[in-house]
Antibody, heavy 125, light 110 residues
Framework: LQLQESGPGLVKSSETLSLTCTVS??????????WGWIRQSPGKGLEWIGS???????YYNPSLKSRVTISEDTSKNQFSLKLSSVTAADTAVYYC??????????????????WGQGTLVTVSS | QSILTQPPSASGTPGQRVTISCSGN????????VNWYQQLPGMAPRLLIY???QRPSGVPDRFSGSKSGTSASLAISGLQSEDEADYYC???????????FGPGTQVTVL
C-alpha cells in the first residue's frame, strides 16, 4: 500500500488549502480502515488534522474542526483535505496516512500506517 | 503544547540501551493503547510500535514498547547509528476525541 500527497505548495493567506492523497496498492472503499491527514510545522511536532471512514464519516481535531473538510473520491481512490482561512501558522508538511482504529473493551487502538512522503505547503501573505 | 510529555532528548553510545518515556493521563494512555513513531531526518514518520508493544513487520526487535498506568516507554537496545532520529509517542485521547502526539524525543548516538 502506498500513499502520495499532491497539491499546491504555495497558498495565500486567508485562502483555502487543498490537498489530495492518492492511494495505490489497495482500495479506500473498505470498511476496515480510516484515512487521515497529519501535519508538521517546520521544526515542530506532529498534529493530527482529521480522518475519514469509507462512506463519509469524518473525525476532526477539535482545534481545527471549524476550518477542515475531508472528503473521499472512491472512483479515483483518493481522499482530500480542505483547510479554509489559512494563516502563516498553517505552513507545514502535510502527510496522509491509513488510519487503523479499533474499539476494544479494554480501550481504543488507533495508529497510522503507512504514511505518504509528505508535501510542504507554505502560506504566503 | 502537547498533553503528552516526552523528554526532548536522549543519547547513548553504540550498543547501549536507551529508554524514552511518555506520560499522559487517564483519558489517553490510561485507557487506550500507545503507538510510537520514528522520524529519520528529512523523512516521513514510520510506525515503530502499535498496541503498546506490537512491532510491524520489518521493525527490528531491538525496539520494544511497554505501558503501565498513564505512562509508556520505548526502549532501543543495541543502539545503532541509524537509530538517530526523532521518536514520537501517540494515543487516542478520549476527553476530546482526538489523536494526540507527544512533543518528540531526539535520540543522538554519541
Amino acid at each position: 500500500l502506498q500513499l502520495q500527497e499532491s497539491g499546491p505548495g504555495l497558498v495565500k493567506s486567508s485562502e483555502t488549502l487543498s490537498l489530495t492523497c492518492t492511494v495505490s496498492g489497495g482500495s479506500i472503499s473498505t470498511n476496515s480502515f480510516f484515512w487521515g491527514w497529519i501535519r508538521q510545522s517546520p521544526g515542530k511536532g506532529l498534529e493530527w488534522i482529521g480522518s475519514i471512514y469509507f462512506g463519509g464519516s469524518t473525525y476532526y481535531n477539535p482545534s481545527l474542526k471549524s476550518r477542515v473538510t475531508i472528503s473521499e473520491d472512491t472512483s479515483k481512490n483518493q481522499f482530500s483535505l480542505k483547510l479554509s482561512s489559512v494563516t502563516a501558522a498553517d505552513t507545514a508538511v502535510y502527510y496522509c496516512a491509513r488510519h487503523m482504529a479499533y474499539k476494544q473493551q479494554r480501550g481504543a487502538d488507533h495508529w497510522f500506517d503507512p504514511w505518504g512522503q509528505g508535501t510542504l505547503v507554505t502560506v504566503s501573505s | 503544547q502537547s498533553i503528552l510529555t516526552q523528554p526532548p532528548s536522549a543519547s547513548g553510545t553504540p550498543g547501549q540501551r536507551v529508554t524514552i518515556s511518555c506520560s499522559g493521563n487517564t483519558s489517553n494512555i490510561g485507557t487506550n493503547t500507545v503507538n510510537w513513531y520514528q522520524q529519520l531526518p528529512g523523512m516521513a514518520p514510520r510506525l515503530l510500535i502499535y498496541r503498546n508493544h506490537q512491532r510491524p513487520s520489518g521493525v527490528p526487535d531491538r525496539f520494544s514498547g511497554s505501558k503501565s498506568g498513564t505512562s509508556a516507554s520505548l526502549a532501543i537496545s543495541g543502539l545503532q547509528s541509524e537509530d538517530e532520529a526523532d521518536y514520537y509517542c501517540a494515543v487516542w485521547n478520549d476527553s476530546l476525541d482526538d489523536y494526540v502526539f507527544g512533543p518528540g524525543t531526539q535520540v543522538t548516538v554519541l
